[in-house]
């Protein structure tokens, strides 16, 4: 059910949503690899232009019939991963045929474990969401409003339990500096006790500025990511990040040539730490 407009949003502990009907395929690779994606999805909007900011603006209020089509394809490309995180994504509106855009992405990659994180109500009208798809079963799923600006959040995703957990924050800051410094100083309160991190997402900043001059400078992650994401059509800046713990060894990164949305996608696969393991997540079904 749609909630009304400006419902107050509250820091909040959930369990996820899970698609019974692919159950089988969940857990950890036998090699302790995950493929992690990062992918701000304009709501299904298909943008190649910055002319199209204008000319595709209504869709953003109402339904088209190739957003559709757009999500097919989206969900044909998140098959390959294990751990994926939505930005811009609608939970289910008048602009997406009352389709929650999170939900459908999981079924369409078989992905047995999802989470809509509803930012910005507009009723009717819009259902500006994050979410993350797995196919591994969190230990906790933590729903955090962001300071700032009303209409951004973060999800924190726990994968075991203790100081060997795996925590992975998946968020869509503001654009504006002093809004997203906030933002990051509140993200690094709550990742402080943990060892094991990856932040991905849409940061909407260079990764220079994330490691050198944010609040998340002295955790010593790293920036593997040197492509360019946004404007997909032509990118000139890097604004979408995976960021990495030391801790996790790098294997692949890749910035995906599919310009679905005015983003392109991030990917990387990461090795976990042998402390991280069957003891901590489970094993992948046969």
Request: proline residues 6%; glycine residues 10%; aromatic residues 6%.
């Amino acid at each position: 059910m749609i909630g009304r407009w400006g419902t107050e949003r509250l820091v909040g502990l959930h369990e996820p949503k899970v698609n019974e009907h692919h159950l089988e395929s969940t857990g950890l690779p036998a090699d302790n690899r995950l493929r992690l994606l990062s992918f701000n999805i304009q709501v299904g909007i298909s943008t190649q232009r910055y002319r199209h900011y204008l000319t595709r603006g209504w869709q953003h209020l109402l339904p088209h019939t190739g957003r559709a089509d757009n999500l097919q394809k989206i969900g044909g490309l998140l098959a390959d991963f294990d751990l994926v995180a939505l930005q811009e994504a609608d939970g289910g509106s008048l602009r997406s045929g009352y389709v929650n855009q999170v939900e459908h992405l999981a079924q369409l990659g078989a992905f047995p474990y999802w989470y809509q994180q509803l930012n910005r109500n507009l009723g009717r009208l819009g259902q500006h969401s994050n979410g993350v798809l797995s196919r591994l079963r969190p230990s906790a799923i933590e729903d955090h409003p962001l300071p700032g600006p009303a209409g951004r959040g973060a999800i924190l995703v726990r994968f075991g339990e203790g100081s060997e957990a795996l925590v992975v924050v998946m968020m869509h800051l503001a654009l504006g500096a002093r809004a997203r410094t906030l933002q990051l100083a509140y993200i690094r309160e709550l990742i402080g006790g943990f060892r094991h991190l990856v932040l991905m997402g849409d940061m909407n900043t260079q990764a220079s500025d994330l490691l050198l001059h944010s609040p998340l400078r002295d955790l010593g992650l790293l920036a593997p990511q040197v492509e360019a994401t946004f404007p997909s059509w032509r990118p000139q800046r890097c604004l979408d990040h995976i960021l990495l713990s030391p801790s996790l060894t790098l294997e692949r990164v890749e910035v995906l040539a599919q310009p679905i949305s005015d983003h392109l996608p991030v990917a990387v696969e990461i090795r976990l730490p042998g402390s991280i393991g069957s003891d901590t997540l489970p094993a992948l079904s046969s």
